[in-house]
Nanobody, 115 residues
Framework: QVQLVESGGGLVQPGGSLRLSCAAS????????MGWYRQAPGKQRESVAR???????NYADSVKGRFTISRDNAKNTVYLQMNSLKSKDTAVYYC?????????WGQGTQVTVSS
């Protein structure tokens, strides 16, 4: 089992920045990749960014150049640095861990971009 706890969401003005954190605990040795997803009202959940255990990253086209995913192995934590935020980035952001025995999800954190 893997437990994920997210933090760092909130309200920010367009053009602002936020950093999300996702702390993993439990069977972290089984994790092969971690990522961030988001779900806006009335829309399907979509992948935002992903980082593998080897350090490879990939991003949704809509966030390339604005968002950066990183990790601190010592803290078992993955971060999502979000810059130049736009209103269309408003969503609930979920942390995901892909493990050998399945996917795990955090509880979600709200990000609202509004003036």
């Amino acid at each position: 089992q893997v437990q994920l706890v997210e933090s760092g969401g909130g309200l920010v003005q367009p053009g602002g920045s936020l950093r999300l954190s996702c702390a993993a605990s439990g069977s972290i040795f089984s994790i092969t990749a971690m990522g961030w997803y988001r779900q806006a009202p009335g829309k399907q959940r979509e992948s935002v960014a992903r980082i593998t255990s080897g350090g490879s990253t990939n991003y949704a086209d809509s966030v390339k150049g604005r968002f950066t995913i990183s990790r601190d192995n010592a803290k078992n934590t993955v971060y999502l640095q979000m810059n130049s935020l736009k209103s269309k980035d408003t969503a609930v952001y979920y942390c995901n861990a892909a493990a050998v025995n399945g996917d795990y999800w955090g509880q979600g954190t709200q990000v609202t971009v509004s003036s």
